[in-house]
């Protein structure tokens, strides 16, 4: 076995890490990289045997916990019978075939067909395909911009990084690629006017992306995706009746709705779907992250009965679907999905999302809410947040040089508590597996509480 020395000098003279400033890394200024070895329920371990809670589920995805035998144990019988077949010209497997009718069964909206790809980025990337794909066929060629929201994340390639609507994403990279325009983000603490209603700001909103297509043309827009509950730009839950007011616009001028369920989906918010929590009929649906617990590299696009009927009517015109991966439903993917399916099914998970979420929450605030540096505490199911304003009553901003989220987060890291400092002002975010018990959120809010206070 190589000491951690070596593991760390290698790492960072080989691997380029994402989102990590690359000149105080390879200076040794963040110190070297941790080695995470081992995890176990809610907890990773780090080889030098330190062990932290993962108040972070990974990134939000490893929502049955690590360790799961079960989940170990179908990989390998999956990899032991066949590792690797393709799913072009209409190949399958047992556990794929299994999965999808799954899913379809399972997902919001009026679902179809499911099409597979490895994360959330590319599955959004395949999503916007097939908008042009839908509105070329059914001969609106120029139907092809996809709005989506400040704030929003759907990932880093180059359609999906453009559809995240954070500038840091975009800068000196390229982006954002033409044809995806950005709306106001539904966050009523530092959006409404004063003395705004959230269902006035709702309204107001979706009066905004109304005069955004208007303007654009009708005829020009394709789709709009949206995270039911806004996730990397600040975990933030929409404000009363803004789905159903973003669903009227949508409707009035045919634009495709596009479930960005990468977060939500599989109980993250306590219910199966954050579209169903909020009443979305998406045409559309992009899962990954819990879909497989992080266990495999999984995600699908899955495809409502509107734009897989216009697909499948044009077929004897177009040919052949033209658009897959070599690894578009992996055998073993699809066998880690349903091992983890059947966890999140068998231990209600869903329903655990929920219960222990009111009860996370309702400490959440009890222990944040006074605070003078905290603006808001807001969140839903097993999502929760705590901003950060340097005077509560004018919303004054903390200094950003002073990254005081960045630091708590570190503070509570020095404790072994994993929670995260969101990329978008002071937010400190908390998504913990859907196992948690009760007992372990007394931890992790006390943890947090205490590095708060050491660190403010
Ligand atoms: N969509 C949402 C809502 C996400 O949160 C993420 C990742 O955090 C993505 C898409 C991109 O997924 P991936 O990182 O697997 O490409």
């Known amino acids: 076995m190589i000491d951690v ?23 040794g200024k963040i110190g070297d990289p941790t080695i995470v070895a081992g995890g176990k329920g809610i907890r990773i371990e780090d080889a030098q045997g330190r062990s932290y809670i993962d108040g972070f589920a990974g990134l ?53 067909k499911v099409f597979y790809g490895l994360s959330g980025s590319d599955a959004n990337e395949t999503q916007a395909k097939l908008v042009w794909y839908y509105n070329n066929l059914r001969g609106q060629p120029k139907k092809k911009k996809i709005i989506s929201r400040e704030r929003g994340y759907h990932g880093c390639s180059v359609i999906s990084g453009s559809m995240t609507g954070m500038s840091f994403y975009h800068d000196y990279m390229g982006l954002p690629f033409p044809g995806i325009l950005h709306t106001g ?77 990468v977060i939500c989906g599989f109980g993250r918010t306590g219910a199966d779907f954050g579209s169903t929590l909020y009443g979305m009929e998406p045409d559309l649906v992009t899962v990954a992250k819990g879909l497989t617990s992080g266990y495999f590299p999984l995600s699908g696009a899955i495809v409502g009965e509107r734009v897989y009927a216009v697909m499948e009517e044009a077929a004897d015109r177009v040919g052949a679907f033209s658009h897959g991966y070599t690894y578009s439903g992996h055998p073993i993917a699809a066998a880690a999905a349903n091992a983890v399916l059947d966890i999140v099914e068998k231990e209600r998970l869903i329903g655990r999302a929920r219960t222990v979420g009111s009860y996370f929450h309702l400490r959440l605030r009890e222990r944040f809410a006074q605070l003078e540096i905290v603006g808001e505490v807001r969140g839903v199911g097993l999502l929760g947040a705590i901003e950060f304003v340097a005077d509560r009553q004018t919303k004054r901003r903390f200094d950003p040089e002073l990254k005081v989220g960045a630091r708590i987060s570190k503070a509570a890291r020095d404790r072994g508590l994993i929670i995260r400092a969101m990329p978008h002002g002071d937010i400190l975010g908390f998504a913990p597996p859907l196992v948690v018990t009760e007992t372990e959120i007394d931890e992790i809010v006390d943890m947090a509480y205490r590095a708060t206070k050491q660190v403010m």
């Open 60 to 112: 939000y995805c490893v929502n049955i916990g690590y360790g799961r035998t079960e989940v170990a144990e179908a990989i390998a019988r999956q990899a032991y019978k066949l590792a690797y077949y393709h799913t072009y010209a209409a190949h399958t497997t047992e556990e794929l075939a299994t999965l999808s009718d799954r899913l379809v069964r399972m997902a919001p909206g009026k679902a179809s």
């Open 185 to 261: 983000t539904p966050h009523h603490y530092w959006g409404a006017e004063p003395g705004e209603t959230q269902e006035s700001f709702s309204r107001r909103r979706a009066a905004e992306l109304e005069e955004l297509i208007v303007r654009e043309g009708p005829e020009t827009i394709g789709a709009f995706i949206a995270e039911p509950v806004l996730g990397t730009g600040g975990i933030t839950p929409p404000p009363a009746g803004y789905w159903s007011e973003i669903q009227t616009v949508l409707r009035r001028y045919d634009v495709l709705l596009i479930a960005d369920e």
């Open 5 to 27: 020395n070596t593991i760390a000098e290698r790492d960072r003279s080989t691997v380029l890490h994402p989102f990590t400033q690359l000149k105080d890394f390879a200076t």
